[in-house]
């Protein structure tokens, strides 16, 4: 049972990468996702989080209008689609889940199975 991300990469300001996390093992029907990111030296951080009825749920102001997260249960993989990057959102991403049908949550360690991440670093 494992989470995979991937999608990440370098880009410069402004441009677009769309993140991809795979529940091998791991049903996200019907369970919230949460993408987390950390940068160097700073605290992991809830980023945005799709609800088990599909809602979106921001934990970082910066990123609102700036990213979506969308679900493919037929793929079993959640989507984090980041565009107008910029600098601040150089770090590496990561996906988590639930073991059941509840309630997003902010913290990481609230979700029960998290997932390597992937890296993305935007500069010019």
């Known amino acids: 049972v494992q989470l995979q991300a991937s999608g990440g990469g370098s880009v410069q300001p402004g441009g677009s990468l769309r993140l991809s996390c795979v529940g091998l093992?791991?049903?996200?029907?019907?369970?919230?996702v949460l993408w987390f990111r950390q940068a160097p030296g700073k605290e992991r951080e809830g980023v945005l989080c799709i609800s088990p009825g599909d809602n979106s749920n921001y934990y970082i102001d910066s990123v609102r209008g700036r990213f979506t997260i969308s679900r493919d249960n037929g793929k079993n993989t959640v989507y984090l689609h980041m565009n107008r990057l910029n600098p601040d959102d150089t770090a590496v991403y990561h996906c988590?889940?639930?073991?059941?049908?509840?309630?997003?949550?902010?913290?990481?360690?609230?979700?029960?199975?998290r997932g390597k991440g992937t890296q993305v670093t935007v500069s010019s």
């Open positions: 988590a889940t639930k073991k059941y049908r509840t309630l997003c949550a902010r913290s990481p360690d609230d979700y029960y199975l």
């Open positions: 093992g791991v049903s996200f029907d019907n369970r919230p």
